[in-house]
Structures are given as C-alpha cells and as structure tokens.
C-alpha cells in the first residue's frame, strides 16, 4: 500500500524528443505527488509537484499528467535536452503527512 | 548561502567502527529526514525528527541513531559499521506541511554523504 511503482528504469531519448516517466500507486491517501531530479553526486532537487485536484501542471519544458481513477501520474519532458540527464524520482506523501514513499527512479540520457 | 549541508562529503573506514555524519540547514525548518540511497539509486527514508522529536523511525537496525541538538541541525550515529551499510547519505529538512497551497511538503536536500565501509 506505501509503494510507489515508476516505469521505465532508465530511457534514453534523442534531442528535442519527448521523455515520459509513468508512476502508479496503491495509497488513495497520498494527497501530493513530486517529481525530484537528482543529477550525479548531488541531492534530488524537488522538479515540480501535483495536488490530485488537478489533472495536470505544467511548469516550462515539464507537465505532469495525473490520473486519480487510475492512481497513476506520469511526468512529460517536452523538447529534451542533454542538460536534462538525470535520474527522476516520483514521490507520494499523505495529508500533512512528513514521509515521503519515493519510486525506484529512472536514469534518463538524453543524446545530444 | 548553503540550504542543507553534510559533513562529510565522503566517509571511508573499516568494519566495526564506529562515525558520525553532520547535517545543518539554515532554512528555518522544523523538520529534518535522513534518508539511505543504495548502489542502484533507491531512496529510502530512515528518519524524521519534527522540533528535536522524532517522528519516523523506519526500519533500520539500532546501530543507527539520529541526534537532533536543535531544529537546525539532525546528526547520524552508527556503530558497528558493516559491509551493507555502504550507501550515499541524504540529508533533508522541510517546514511542516501545509494544508493547501504552495509546493506543499518540499523536501530539500543536503549534497549527500557517501560512505564506504571496507
């Protein structure tokens, strides 16, 4: 019930295509679901967030699409870019809750 | 400027003994993590400590022990340090969730703790 399940384990994307990352989850409670991007040797960095009342945020080059009836949110990176290599973690997290479930992240390569 | 720092920044030494990593944040947070990631990049939270109480203590063994001497700072203890417990160490610190609004919860994170144990 706690699992974050995130699909693919790694992608590789060519320069200007489109990355899609896909979680899905069991918790009905989890009431906020981010996005963090971490690249090599530093911390995750927090990318952008949803709220379930909403079915999607767009925030520059990154969407979030979500999708309550299924439990499942997905992250969309527009225009990829080198820069944009990291591992992406989703994450989910009750009302009020300071415990974050994160997924087993995704190893993107964007080819130049 | 630094939001979240660690010390060290890597950490080599042999079974059994025993180290301490440091964690600071100067954001006015109530709320401190430290969370493991393993060789294949998975996160997992360890603990949590809300205003010096702790508030999660996932399941780890006991040789583990968070220290929180004020809300800006939440240090980690081990003892006995085995050959699994090599990992990157994640430091983070949040204000306390809002209801609404906002980038609710967001956790910031510290550069990171790599630990070798040999």
């Known amino acids: 019930q706690q699992q974050v399940k995130q699909s693919p384990q790694s992608l590789i994307v060519q320069k200007g295509g489109i990355s899609i990352i896909n979680c899905a989850y069991e918790n009905t409670a989890f009431d906020y679901f981010p996005w963090y991007q971490q690249f090599p040797g530093k911390g995750p960095a927090l990318l952008i967030a949803?709220?379930?009342?909403?079915s999607e945020k767009k925030e520059g080059r990154f969407t979030i699409s979500f999708n309550k009836s299924a439990k499942q949110f997905s992250l969309h990176i527009m225009d990829s870019q080198p820069g944009d290599s990291a591992t992406y973690f989703c994450a989910a997290s009750i009302p009020a809750g300071q415990n974050f479930v994160f997924g087993p992240g995704t190893r993107l390569s964007v080819l130049p | 400027d630094t939001a979240v720092s660690q010390t060290p920044k890597y950490l080599v030494t042999q079974m059994g003994n025993d180290k301490s990593i440091k964690c600071e944040q100067n954001l006015g947070h109530d709320t401190m993590y430290w969370y493991k990631q393993d060789s294949k990049k998975f996160l997992k939270i360890m603990f949590s400590?809300?205003?010096?109480?702790?508030?999660i203590n996932e399941t780890v063994p006991n040789r583990f022990s968070p220290k929180s001497p004020d809300k800006a700072h939440l240090n980690l203890h081990i003892n006995s340090l085995e050959l699994g417990d090599s990992a990157v160490y994640f430091c983070a610190s949040s204000q306390k969730p809002r209801i609404s609004g906002g980038n609710y919860n967001e956790q910031f994170f510290g550069p990171g703790t790599r630990l070798t144990v040999l």
């Open positions: 949803i709220r379930p009342d909403v």
């Open positions: 400590y809300n205003n010096k109480e702790l508030i």
